[in-house]
């Protein structure tokens, strides 16, 4: 069995109820709302973004003032500056203290240098014999402030009477 079909070409349609209408009408008007208020936010993250990016630049360009060019009168007075404070932090009270209290009375000193940017003294001496050079020189290496106590040079005075040895030790300091 084929059942029947029915066409009919002119019938009415369905009309829009006037409450779907208005539903309708209301969806559209929020859609628009909202439209405005997303371009709006957009225009607003926009602004922002720009103050923001002033604010960075304007705290870079704080930070990173261009300096000028030291002039070499500066450059020198800093560099004398540097010197005399390497000069003034050398411990001289305890490096006196261990160059002069040798247990050992058979040395005698003739002068001390320094070289504070190395933390370097050089010592001349002068030592009844060759015995009391080197136990002088043992004992500045066993000191706990000297380090690296080296002998540089020796020189035995054959025209003094009991010919001392005349001798030069350099030794580093460390820094506490």
Known sequence: MIQRLDIDFARRRPRLAPAGLVVLCIAICALLASGVRLWQAFDDNEQ????????????LAKAHLVRAQP?????????????????????WQD????VEDCPDHDVALIGIDQNPVQSQIRITAEAKNFDAMIAYL????????????????????ANVPGTPVRFQVTAVWSRS
């Open 138 to 157: 043992r004992y500045l290496q066993s000191s706990k402030l000297l380090r690296e106590a080296v002998l540089n040079d020796h020189e035995i005075e």
């Open 48 to 59: 922002a973004q720009e103050r923001l990016d002033e604010a960075r630049h304007r705290v």
């Open 95 to 98: 490096l006196l203290s261990i």
């Open 71 to 91: 002039t070499p009168a500066a450059m020198h007075a800093e560099k004398q500056s540097l010197a005399v404070l390497s000069e003034l932090t050398v411990p």
